[in-house]
């Protein structure tokens, strides 16, 4: 009798595509700045709460990675960037990665209850709910503002933190989420500068598609200017100080510039020396959030203000 399985040519799914499912290089952001945002509130907490607490928020943003790689297997298909994501690589099924992702989504919400605090769990609840729903089911397909919205998801995290240690809410905490909200929607314009024809093939309306490059540039500039007085306030409340504002100036100015220089160019410069200038300016971008929560982290241990 013939093994039919010796005709099967569909790739076994490893433990690295369950990995990759999750999203590690954005889960990375989630976790740092979760932490930092745990570890700048003026309230102590035991090493283990915080292990686990930073470990439940990771596991809930893993999860929110499954449910959008779920949902966004047809765009994936498409664009070049995604194609080798599991579930487009036909590595693993749909209905696997939405039965992990809703899976890790209530084992998370669950234990970070247990082990800092039920408000805490209920923000970590509500930020899969939204990246899973308002962002990848009805904003990314829908306008020109996904990423602008959709941005709140990954603003959520410090917050999520900063209430794992104190229960709730306050002006320090929500600086941190505006830092991270008016960064993303630069971040990822000037991506989809270069990366246009992916979302124009997917059908995504990127600002990019739906109003043109120059109207991107516009916009990338002015949330530069918008979000540097956010950053900048951030360093002269309880959590910030002399070392976070250096650094936070420095970003700023750099991120400004950059900015600045984007808005100049015009589509026949950038298309000649093949996006340069984009490109860097996407690259400091990455490492923009990272270097503030850095500073920030900096400063809690030499002392602030």
């Known amino acids: 009798m013939t093994d039919v399985r010796a005709y099967d040519t569909t790739p076994e799914a490893q433990f690295g595509d369950y990995v990759a499912l999750l999203k590690p290089r954005v889960m990375s952001l989630v976790v740092f700045t979760a932490f930092v945002g745990l570890w700048v509130a003026p309230v102590t907490v035991h090493p283990f709460v915080a292990f686990c607490s930073v470990l439940f928020i990771a596991l809930g943003g893993g999860a929110s990675g499954a449910l959008n790689m779920w949902y966004d297997a047809d765009i994936d298909a498409v664009m070049r960037r995604t194609q080798g994501r599991p579930i487009p690589a036909g590595r693993i099924t749909g ?8 899976a890790l989504s209530g084992i998370a919400v669950l234990m970070l209850g247990l082990a800092a605090n039920w408000f805490a769990a209920g923000f970590l609840a509500f930020t899969i709910f939204f990246y899973a729903v308002i962002y990848t089911i009805w904003l990314k397909r829908s306008t020109p503002q996904n990423i602008v919205i ?31 909200f008016f960064w993303t929607p630069p971040h990822f314009w000037a991506l989809a500068l270069f990366m246009k024809e992916d979302y124009h093939k997917a059908g995504v309306p990127m600002l990019t598609v739906t109003h043109g490059r120059a109207v991107t540039r516009r916009h990338i500039f002015a949330y530069t200017l918008v979000l540097a007085p956010f950053a900048l306030w951030l360093g002269f409340t309880g959590i910030g100080g002399p070392i976070y504002l250096a650094v936070s100036v420095a ?17 026949e410069q950038a298309t000649a020396d093949g996006y340069r200038v984009e490109k860097s300016y996407f690259r400091l971008s990455l490492y923009y959030t990272f270097l503030h929560f850095a500073a920030l982290l900096a400063q809690s241990v030499v002392g602030g203000w």
């Open 95 to 102: 209905p696997e990665a939405l039965a992990v992702g809703l």
């Open 150 to 180: 959709g941005g709140a998801a990954g603003a959520f995290p410090p917050m999520i933190g900063w209430a794992c240690a104190t229960g709730g809410i306050s002006l320090e905490s929500l600086l941190m989420f505006a830092l991270i």
């Open 251 to 267: 970003l700023n100015a750099l991120f400004i510039a950059g900015g600045w220089r984007i808005l100049r160019r015009t589509e």
